[in-house]
């Protein structure tokens, strides 16, 4: 959590990913295995015709230009969508290079979060500390008037984005609006590799460390090792992790980080519709030591709730917090090879003691809902954060 509690815009992108990459040739062998097709079947005759069918209707009567190869993504995303199951779906190459720079946790770019409004106009809604953007002088609230000289106003986000991170152009000019400013502010940036901040950490009063924990990307165990090493310099006595409003990422993560905490185990198992079970395992090599508390919300989801359940069930720190969302499931992603890809649900998980959380979530061993009031006021500060100090409150009981 942030000042503000943090927002959950991200939604349910990464959900809890086991990221297993098939090849393209393995994965189409497997479609295309058998020669008839069974009636009924996506790709038997009657449904192949009717689709050739619909072809010729669209080439004969279509008012407008059609674009054959948005027909046919959207006729692979139509395929996944009537699973109906929400955490399924067909990645475009473009969505696909999204995804993938989201559980790396790095890219290549000038380090800014960017927002558009109702009105159309795309914001800064964050600039990474340290990345290209910030030392280049950009501030949350820039109005992004230009990019390399073109006027971006009539575009939508993704474009935009397209065009700043556009590798053959460094570094990218920036046209930039900002309140305060008579004139439109001109600013060139270099981009670079940037590392996208997941974890943040602070310490509170009487050696209570704080570390917050966004997402479980590639790059969180290693920005959780740094700030807990920097906290126990500090002569943390006790700590709160901060999962409220975090979507989830990747299983190996999320274990990574609990291999640090918990005592030699079970960390969570997996079910597959086969019944097959796979086992993640703790070594207890480095189990947490001093009294923890995990803070968790309704939008603490996927691997967030992994962690809150592997805590509780091996009664190593209390829960605090409000019922989390409840996915219980596991996706894995499969490269279908020419740059596109399928998100599929593959499994159940459940915690240590067994408990399959899909549609329930996590009960806190102390539920407390944050104040209504800080809600409506939108930012707040650490000291008003009434969920944290009831956590800090139970730990300061603790020895």
Same mark, same amino acid.
């Given at each position: 959590?942030?000042? +503000?509690?943090?927002?959950?815009?991200?939604?349910?992108?990464?959900?809890?990913?086991?990221?297993?990459?098939?090849? @393209?040739?393995?994965?189409?062998?497997?479609?295309?295995? $058998?020669? %008839?097709?069974?009636?009924?079947?996506?790709?038997?005759?009657? +449904?192949?015709?009717?689709?050739?069918?619909?072809?010729?209707?669209?080439?004969?009567?279509?008012?407008?230009?059609?674009?054959?190869?948005?027909?046919?993504?959207?006729?692979?995303?139509?395929?996944?969508? &009537?699973?109906?199951?929400?955490?399924?779906?067909?990645?475009? !190459?473009?969505?696909? &290079?999204?995804?993938?720079?989201?559980?790396? &946790?790095?890219?290549?770019?000038?380090?800014?979060?960017?927002?558009?409004?109702?009105?159309?106009?795309?914001?800064? @809604?964050?600039?990474? #500390?340290?990345?290209?953007?910030?030392?280049?002088? =950009?501030?949350?609230?820039?109005?992004?008037?230009?990019?390399?000289?073109?006027?971006?106003?009539?575009?939508?986000?993704?474009?935009?984005?397209?065009?700043?991170?556009?590798?053959?152009?460094?570094?990218?000019?920036?046209?930039?609006?900002?309140?305060?400013?008579?004139?439109?502010?001109?600013?060139?940036?270099?981009? /670079?590799?940037?590392?996208?901040?997941?974890? +943040?950490?602070?310490? =509170?009063?009487?050696?209570?460390?704080?570390?917050?924990?966004?997402?479980?990307?590639? *790059?969180?165990?290693?920005?959780?090792?740094?700030?807990?090493?920097?906290?126990?310099?500090?002569?943390? #006595?006790?700590?709160?992790?901060? =999962?409220?409003?975090?979507?989830?990422?990747?299983?190996?993560?999320?274990?990574? !980080?609990?291999?640090?905490?918990?005592?030699?185990?079970?960390?969570?198992?997996?079910?597959?519709?086969?019944?097959?079970? /796979?086992? /993640?395992?703790?070594?207890?090599?480095?189990?947490?030591?001093?009294?923890?508390?995990?803070?968790?919300?309704?939008?603490?989801?996927?691997?967030?709730?992994?962690? %809150?359940?592997?805590?509780?069930?091996?009664?190593? $720190?209390?829960?605090?917090?409000? !019922?989390?969302?409840?996915?219980?499931? *596991?996706?894995?992603?499969?490269?279908?090879?020419?740059?596109?890809? =399928?998100?599929?649900?593959? +499994?159940?998980?459940?915690?240590?003691? &067994?408990?399959?959380?899909? $549609?329930?979530?996590? /009960?806190?061993?102390?539920? !407390?809902?944050?104040?209504?009031?800080?809600?409506?006021?939108?930012?707040?500060?650490?000291?008003?954060?009434?969920?944290?100090?009831?956590?800090?409150?139970?730990?300061?009981?603790?020895?």
């Amino acid at each position: 959590m942030q000042e +503000s509690g943090g927002k959950f815009l991200k939604g349910f992108i990464l959900g809890l990913l086991l990221m297993a990459l098939v090849s @393209a040739g393995g994965f189409y062998a497997y479609a295309t295995r $058998g020669q %008839a097709k069974a009636p009924g079947s996506l790709t038997d005759k009657k +449904s192949m015709d009717k689709i050739s069918y619909l072809e010729s209707l669209i080439d004969l009567h279509y008012l407008n230009e059609a674009d054959t190869e948005k027909m046919k993504e959207g006729m692979y995303t139509g395929l996944v969508n &009537g699973l109906e199951d929400p955490y399924s779906r067909y990645y475009t !190459v473009e969505e696909y &290079g999204t995804l993938n720079e989201e559980t790396q &946790g790095h890219y290549e770019g000038i380090g800014v979060v960017m927002q558009q409004g109702e009105d159309g106009l795309v914001t800064l @809604a964050r600039c990474y #500390e340290g990345a290209p953007g910030e030392k280049a002088g =950009l501030k949350a609230g820039d109005a992004i008037y230009k990019v390399n000289g073109e006027e971006v106003l009539e575009m939508d986000l993704a474009t935009v984005a397209k065009k700043i991170k556009d590798p053959e152009v460094n570094p990218v000019h920036l046209t930039i609006a900002r309140e305060g400013e008579n004139d439109y502010l001109e600013l060139d940036i270099v981009k /670079e590799e940037v590392k996208v901040p997941v974890v +943040s950490h602070e310490m =509170l009063e009487n050696r209570v460390g704080y570390l917050a924990i966004y997402e479980f990307t590639d *790059v969180t165990f290693e920005q959780y090792q740094s700030a807990r090493e920097d906290l126990e310099s500090q002569g943390m #006595e006790k700590l709160v992790i901060d =999962l409220r409003d975090n979507p989830g990422g990747l299983l190996t993560s999320v274990c990574d !980080v609990l291999n640090t905490i918990l005592p030699k185990g079970l960390i969570v198992y997996t079910e597959d519709k086969y019944g097959k079970r /796979e086992e /993640e395992r703790c070594d207890g090599r480095s189990p947490i030591d001093i009294p923890l508390a995990i803070l968790v919300n309704e939008n603490s989801a996927s691997a967030s709730e992994i962690f %809150a359940g592997a805590v509780k069930d091996h009664k190593v $720190g209390v829960i605090v917090g409000t !019922v989390t969302y409840g996915k219980g499931v *596991v996706q894995t992603i499969k490269d279908l090879g020419d740059g596109s890809a =399928l998100k599929l649900t593959v +499994s159940n998980y459940y915690t240590p003691n &067994g408990v399959n959380i899909n $549609g329930v979530g996590i /009960e806190p061993d102390e539920t !407390v809902k944050l104040d209504e009031k800080l809600l409506e006021k939108g930012g707040f500060t650490r000291q008003e954060d009434n969920q944290l100090q009831k956590a800090v409150e139970i730990l300061s009981k603790q020895e």
